[in-house]
C-alpha cells in the first residue's frame, strides 16, 4: 500500500506503522504563482469588503435602499454590518496570523451563506440572488489558495 510506512521500535520487536500522506512538491515557478494569486485574489476581496462597509457606514442611499427595503434590515443594524466590513477586510490584508484569517474567514463564508437566504427570501431579479455565491467563490479561491501558498505543497 503507498504511503505506509513500517517500521521497528529500538530493536524492541514491537512494530509501528503510520501512515505518510502523498504529496507532491510543486516546482518554484508555481509556488510563486500560488502566491501572486493569493494574494491578487485576497487584496480583491478585502478592497470588496472594505469598500461596502464604507457604503453602509456613510449612509449610501442605494446600499441603505437595498438592504432597508428590499431586504428588509432594521435600519440600526446596517452601520454595524459597515463596521464588521471593514474588520474583515483589514483582518484578511493582517500577515501571519493564521488563525484570526480563519475566523475572518468563517465570519465570511457565514456572512455570504446569510446575505444569500436574505436575497432569495427578498425581491430581485433571478441574477442578483446570485451575488453573494458569486463572490463566495473569489473567498473560498482566496482561502485555498492562501493555504497552498502556506503549506508550499499540494496535498493528494
Known sequence: MKGLVL??????????????????????????????????????????????????????????????QQLGYPLYIIPLLGVTHILAGVGLLIPNVPRLTQWVYAGLSINLLLAFYSQLNGGGSTWEKFDPILVMVFVSASYVLRRCMSANRWSI
Do not use: K, N, S
Not at 503510520?18 to 502566491?35: I, L
Not at 487584496?43 to 457606514?57: E, K, S
Open 7 to 68: 517500521g521497528e521500535i529500538g530493536g524492541t520487536g514491537r512494530l509501528i506503522v503510520r501512515f505518510r500522506p502523498h504529496t507532491v512538491v510543486m516546482p518554484a515557478w508555481a509556488g510563486r504563482a500560488t502566491q501572486i494569486a493569493a494574494m491578487a485574489i485576497t487584496g480583491l476581496v478585502a478592497v470588496i469588503w472594505v469598500y461596502f462597509g464604507r457604503l453602509y457606514l456613510i449612509h449610501d442611499p442605494g446600499e441603505w435602499r437595498i438592504a432597508g
